[in-house]
């Protein structure tokens, strides 16, 4: 059943606190400097934010041209609506948060008979590849854009996992230190943080059998990344 986004919560999860430190460490930042009080996405939206629903992640296996043996692969469709008072560039960045930390970005060396395969399964006819989403999405419910996240599978029994979508909004915020001062990277860049979806699943008993135990959300958020 499709889903669509709800109002931002307050909280922002352990798992994506978690992974903006490890961020900031390998570019030369430290634990010290991140503020006590994380930053949090606005309860209100304070920018331009696009409409954004999707069906549950699924599992398939596609035999792809070339190799001897079928490939297991995860995607999640979605639907990307503009309903703001002007036209947006959609830039959208799929990741998947696997259980043991992983951070994988979607749609990176995915075969092309990979898509053609869930677009048959899904029977969307307007369904776009990853590639051809990317752009201005203008205004209004007839404009609204199909298109599907693919992931390679990281782990036979995927258990507790997230995803995280980018894109979606304009608001943005500078990390700072406990004195107010901007985190910077290594080469002296500051350290910006998105408005993000954050997506959270969890499979019980997949080990057994692979993409056949049903998906279940555990909640879903806005988040700073």
């Known amino acids: 059943m499709k889903r669509t986004t709800v109002l931002p919560r307050a909280l922002v999860s352990a798992a994506a606190l978690t992974l903006v430190i490890f961020a900031l460490l390998c570019l030369g ?11 949090k996405p606005s309860p209100y939206p304070r920018s331009w934010e696009l409409d954004f629903s ?11 041209p070339g190799s001897s043996l079928a490939q297991p692969y995860w995607y999640m469709t979605y639907t990307v609506t503009n309903n703001t008072d002007r036209e947006q ?3 959208p960045i799929f990741e998947l948060l696997t259980k043991d930390g992983q951070v994988i970005r979607s749609d990176r060396n995915i075969p092309a008979a990979v898509f053609q395969a869930i677009k048959q399964r899904e029977k969307k006819p307007f369904l776009e590849p990853y590639p051809a989403i990317s752009g201005e999405l203008r205004l209004g419910e007839d404009q609204a854009r199909d298109s599907v996240a693919i992931w390679p599978e990281p782990h036979a029994e995927m258990g507790q996992f997230s995803i995280f979508v980018g894109g979606l909004s304009g608001e943005i915020l500078a990390l700072t230190d406990a004195s107010g001062q901007p985190v910077r990277t290594a080469d002296g860049r500051p350290v910006i943080l998105r408005k993000t979806l954050q997506l959270n699943f969890l499979i019980r008993g997949d080990e057994v059998y692979p993409g056949e135990d049903e998906v279940n959300e555990n909640s879903r958020e806005w988040v700073m990344r």
């Open 29 to 39: 930042g430290s634990f010290a400097q991140v503020r006590a009080d994380y930053p």
């Open 54 to 64: 999707y069906d549950m992640p699924r599992r398939i296996v596609v035999q792809v």
């Open 89 to 91: 560039m959609f830039l």
